[in-house]
């Protein structure tokens, strides 16, 4: 069960902070992806440092724009009840170094490649 190994230090953002919000949250926190939740912190998105260089490269596209323009909306999640081994073969097949971790749709944490490894570690 993932529960017990959720990591609940993770940038949360809202749709409509800006794309720059965004990256200077990721630099100050030393963090490299965070979750877009809406006021309930239902999940509608996520970003990774990548999506947002991307962004930005693109002719017409500024840093005051919101988050919601350059995160992914289609995205994959693990269940609060899922096996660590589960999750591990989720991140590997989708070629993605981390995910949400939702409980009824909610975003109550995040998974990633390195709490895999930290976990097997310290088994």
């Known amino acids: 069960m993932l529960l017990n190994m959720v990591n609940k230090d993770f940038?949360?953002?809202?749709?409509?902070?800006?794309?720059?919000?965004?990256?200077?949250?990721?630099?100050?926190?030393?963090?490299?992806?965070?979750v877009i939740v809406d006021e309930s912190d239902f999940l509608k998105g996520i970003i990774v440092k990548a999506d947002i260089y991307r962004f930005l490269s693109q002719p017409?596209?500024?840093?005051?724009?919101?988050?919601?323009?350059?995160?992914?909306?289609?995205?994959?999640?693990?269940?609060?009840?899922?096996?660590?081994?589960?999750?591990?073969?989720?991140?590997?097949?989708?070629?993605?170094?981390?995910?949400p971790v939702v409980d009824d749709g909610k975003v109550i944490g995040l998974i990633g490649l390195e709490d895999i490894v930290d976990y097997f570690i310290n088994m």
């Not at 949360?12 to 902070?17: C, F, G, H, I």
């Not at 794309?19 to 030393?30: D, S, T």
């Not at 693990?78 to 999750?87: L, M, S, T």
Request: proline letters at 3%; zero cysteines.
């Open 11 to 34: 940038i949360k953002l809202l749709p409509t902070d800006t794309v720059k919000f965004a990256l200077e949250q990721m630099q100050k926190r030393k963090k490299s992806v965070a």
């Open 60 to 99: 017409g596209h500024f840093e005051t724009y919101p988050v919601e323009l350059a995160m992914t909306k289609a995205v994959i999640t693990a269940d609060k009840n899922d096996d660590i081994k589960d999750v591990a073969k989720l991140l590997r097949e989708n070629d993605i170094s981390a995910v």
